[in-house]
């Protein structure tokens, strides 16, 4: 099995003023092609931040990220972005949506990272293609004008995951997607994930405080006190 994410020796300590909170402690893990991983731990655990840092929005204090077979933790910033454009997509608890958008702008501009600039705005109408089919994949094709706040919670969980899955990257980061919508809201989200994960081989890491949820997926790695606690076998 070929790992898609790895991070090896991963610490992070935040700095506030003179205090320093240390929250990861050497962190070695891979998430394999393919595989739905949970991500799980107490609130405070480091979930978060370890999501932050596998998806480079944040740097490791000490400890490499990599993409495959790239440390991408060491290359220059442009290529950082450009690499993280193209292999990772991101799903957040509050789904980080453009709220002057529509559903379909949204999803769009989900695809502008991995491109130039001119060539994003000549290839604009087959850019809005894909987007409506995506849309359409996640049941919204009648929802394809509509901004943020004329949608439901569930209706913008379902966009930010067209908007995930429109750079086709190889790995999704996905912090609680469910952590803000009712249970059957949520099992809809999480029949989708398990769907695309099955259509496209796209690998997901789940963060999530739903034990059934966890029991789920292919494989439980536990955070505590800063490092990897177990990594438990799963799907059932
Ligand atoms: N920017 C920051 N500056 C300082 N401390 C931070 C920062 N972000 C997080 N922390 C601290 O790091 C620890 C881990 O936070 P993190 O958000 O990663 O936890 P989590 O496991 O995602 O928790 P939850 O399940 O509640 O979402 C917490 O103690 C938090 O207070
Ligand atoms: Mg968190």
């Not at 990220?65 to 991101?90: I, M, S």
């Not at 919670?153 to 379902?158: K, W």
């Not at 996905?174 to 994960?197: K, Q, R």
Request: glycine share 10%; with cysteine; proline share 4%.
């Amino acid at each position: 099995m070929t790992a898609v994410l790895t991070a090896v020796g991963v610490h992070k300590t935040y700095r506030l003023g003179r205090r320093e909170i240390p929250v990861l402690q050497g962190i070695d893990m891979s998430l394999m092609e393919g595989e739905i991983a949970a991500l799980v731990g107490a609130s405070g655990a480091g979930k978060s931040t370890l999501v932050h840092v596998l998806g480079l929005l944040d740097p490791p204090t000490q400890g490499t990220v990599h993409y495959g077979e790239t440390d991408v933790t060491t290359l220059p910033t442009p290529q950082q972005a450009r690499l993280r454009h193209e292999h990772v997509g991101f799903v957040f608890q509050f789904y980080h949506l453009i709220p002057e958008l529509n559903a379909l702008e949204n999803v769009c501009l989900g695809s502008m990272m991995t491109m130039s600039l001119p060539g994003w705005l000549s290839g604009g109408r087959r850019v809005k293609q894909r987007a409506r089919e995506l849309l359409s994949k996640v049941g919204l094709e009648e929802r394809l004008r509509h901004r943020p706040s004329q949608l439901s919670g569930g209706e913008r969980q379902r966009v930010a995951i067209a908007r995930a899955l429109i750079a086709e990257p190889k790995v999704i980061l996905a912090d609680e997607p469910t952590g803000n919508l009712d249970s059957n809201t949520a099992a809809g989200i999480l029949d989708l994930i398990w769907e695309i994960n099955e259509e496209r081989r796209i690998s997901f890491l789940l963060v999530t405080h739903n034990e059934a949820v966890a029991r789920r997926c292919d494989r439980r790695i536990r955070l505590r006190d800063g490092s990897v606690e177990s990594r438990e076998v799963g799907r059932n």
